[in-house]
């Protein structure tokens, strides 16, 4: 048996040195591990995400190859993240502002659990990503890459892939002799299907070290899914509801999310057309400039009583049933590339016209059929929404500067007036978000994201991608306090630091977790944990959450009092401005 196992290796090691002689030569065989790496740039991946393994080394060595045959740039930049939650929130950031997937590598199953909730944002945001990871060794001897050390038993599970199969487009395990690169070109044609999202290829060390045959052309790359519009009868059918509606409303949440502004001016010109307000609904982009006489707000449920014909518009949850139904005769139109909504296993709404068609192709179809003296009157409504609603900001703000300390209110208006219209906002405020919707004016295209999901933390690395794919752009991230300890700042600042991607965030640190306790005081309001101030949701001991990022070196700053706030949010944004990522950490009543 030994013997054979020694055989192998042999047999193995000299196949393999001799293709080493040209990595990049398309009529040699190559090893896996290189044609991994080059068919992911070549299928356009800028950069890898990497929390590096003892499963990992085929992928060094073939980098290492590579940069020796002078083809450093046939493979993806591999950028080191020490914690493997910043790098799938950066590479989500990444995709979220171009629309381009790139790649996140991670370690075995320990990795890969590390993902956890970053994983989840990615599925529920619909943003493509591609995870690669590695598998512990199959073979003890006889082969490069079998195991040579105690964990690699540990790290050994009966089905690794189902740790996120739930959250993936595809999973898939690479499998020698086969060409690395059609797997690539498939995990990546799957993130970016109609309903795009997370794929997940796992490899063995073996399998990667073993030489191929190269079968997939590099110049041809992945196909990408074109929804096309509604048919001319069912956009004839949408333009005659529409215009038959004396108050219509659109109701969305990611019809921005393509980084285009061809989506946000479709959805202006049709509203203004149709004379529709506009709601975004835990908005994942900015759909619709908020400054806007159509932009009515993020609540739908508020303008139930006044609307008689909702257009549900790319969006997974049009509103919450506790807070409220559409009145009896209100017509339900849907128009969305994934109707029925495959990922919820709940999704109970109810819908008089489902048109599974992509929205941007549709509503232009529609508009051009709608004569836009039919919606004067809805107009003329919903910019006296507006109006209102402006108005209410503009007393409630007022009201907060009265009072002592600082409101989430003082704070989102003191971001406001520190960055410009084209400053990237990076949204996980978490119970602070309303306060940033209603405050932060946003009014370009991808000058908003939000994580889509529930996994806290988010922004931090989701910034360093973002500030990676637009580096002219400054990027600020605000974020809940604990939403900030949750999102390994150590990790995402040094990530900034070290990759020259300066970002801004600033914390709204009201050193608790608000969501519990208003949780709490919702469901329970006369009980007695509410009676006791929900003690569990206090963080007793002060924490200053400026000092994780002076372990990279960062701007740092702590702010207590009012008149502090402005100078210290101008400061940040010159230090990053200049080159610096800065943390300002904001102590908020």
Same mark, same amino acid.
């Given at each position: ?7 192998? @290796? ?6 393999? $040195? ?14 896996? #591990? ?18 590096? =393994? ?16 002078? #083809? ?5 930049t591999v950028l080191s993240c020490p914690h493997e939650f910043v790098a799938m929130s ?34 529920r945001a619909a943003v493509p990503v591609f995870v690669i990871s590695g598998l512990a ?26 740790? @996120? *199969? ?9 499998? $020698?002799p086969a060409d690395p690169a059609t797997y690539v070109r498939r995990g990546l044609e ?67 999310? &393509? ?17 529709? =307000?506009?709601?975004?609904? =835990? ?29 549900? /518009? ?27 909504? #495959? ?40 910019? *006296? ?10 007393? %409630? ?12 209110? &003082? ?12 400053? /990237?906002?990076?949204?996980?405020? /978490? ?21 889509? =999901? ?63 306790? $208003? ?16 003690? %569990? ?8 959450? $400026? ?23 101008? &400061? ?14 904001? *102590?908020?009543?």
């Amino acid at each position: 048996m030994n013997d054979a196992g020694d055989e192998g @290796v042999d047999e193995h090691e000299d196949t393999g $040195s001799e293709q080493r002689r040209d990595p990049t030569d398309p009529e040699e065989t190559v090893v896996a #591990a290189d044609r991994l790496l080059q068919s992911l740039r070549a299928y356009g991946v800028e950069y890898v995400f990497a929390n590096l =393994g003892t499963d990992h080394t085929p992928l060094l060595e073939a980098a290492a190859r590579l940069r020796a045959a002078d #083809a450093g740039d046939s493979y993806p930049t591999v950028l080191s993240c020490p914690h493997e939650f910043v790098a799938m929130s950066a590479a989500h950031g990444y995709a979220a502002a171009t629309g381009d997937p790139q790649a996140v590598l991670v370690h075995v199953d320990v990795g890969t659990q590390n993902l956890g909730a970053a994983m989840h944002n990615a599925h529920r945001a619909a943003v493509p990503v591609f995870v690669i990871s590695g598998l512990a060794p199959i073979t003890e001897t006889g082969y490069p890459g079998s195991r040579d050390h105690a964990v690699h038993y540990a790290q050994d599970v009966f089905d690794q892939p189902g740790i @996120v *199969r739930e959250y993936c487009r595809w999973t898939s395990e690479y499998q $020698s002799p086969a060409d690395p690169a059609t797997y690539v070109r498939r995990g990546l044609e799957r993130a970016n299907a109609a309903h795009p999202g997370p794929v997940y290829l796992t490899a063995s060390r073996e399998a990667l070290e073993l030489p191929v045959t190269p079968s997939a052309s590099l110049s041809r790359g992945p196909r990408r899914t074109t929804p096309s519009g509604a048919d001319r009868a069912t956009v004839e059918t949408l333009a005659e509801r529409v215009a038959a509606a004396e108050r219509p409303v659109v109701v969305t949440t990611d019809f921005g999310t &393509e980084p285009s502004e061809e989506r946000v001016e479709t959805l202006v010109a049709f509203a203004e057309a149709a004379g529709a =307000g506009v709601v975004e609904h =835990g908005p994942t982009a900015l759909n619709f400039p908020r400054n806007h006489p159509l932009h009515v707000g993020y609540e739908p449920t508020e303008l139930f009583d006044d609307a008689d014909l909702l257009l549900l /518009v790319d969006v997974d949850v049009p509103w919450v049933p506790a807070n409220g139904r559409p009145n009896e005769g209100t017509e339900v139109v849907q128009i969305d590339p994934d109707p029925t909504k #495959a990922t919820y296993p709940h999704w109970s709404y109810d819908v008089d016209l489902t048109v599974g068609a992509d929205a941007r192709r549709t509503l232009d179809a529609v508009t051009a059929l709608l004569d836009p003296t039919d919606g004067e009157e809805g107009r003329t409504h919903w910019e *006296r929404v507006h109006e209102r609603a402006a108005a209410q900001r503009a007393d %409630e703000l007022a009201a907060a500067r009265e009072a002592d300390g600082i409101s989430p209110v &003082e704070l989102s208006a003191a971001v406001g007036d520190a960055i410009d219209s084209e400053t /990237v906002l990076v949204e996980g405020a /978490v119970t602070s978000r309303t306060s940033v919707l209603d405050h932060v004016e946003r009014t370009k295209p991808g000058s908003y994201v939000a994580r889509g =999901g529930a996994g806290l933390g988010w922004a931090g690395g989701a910034s360093v991608g973002i500030k990676l794919a637009r580096p002219d752009s400054r990027v600020v991230s605000l974020v809940g306090d604990g939403s900030y300890l949750f999102s390994n700042p150590v990790a995402h600042a040094w990530l900034a630091a070290e990759y020259d991607a300066p970002t801004l965030t600033v914390v709204y640190n009201n050193a608790r977790w608000n969501a519990v306790r $208003s949780a709490t005081a919702a469901q329970h309001p006369d009980g007695d944990a509410v009676a006791d101030g929900v003690p %569990e949701s206090e963080f007793g001991t002060p924490l200053d959450l $400026s000092v994780p990022a002076r372990a990279a070196g960062l701007h740092t700053q702590r702010v207590e009092e009012e008149a502090e706030l402005a100078d210290a949010l101008a &400061e940040a944004v010159d230090a990053v401005d200049g080159g610096k990522p800065a943390v300002v950490d904001v *102590r908020i009543r």
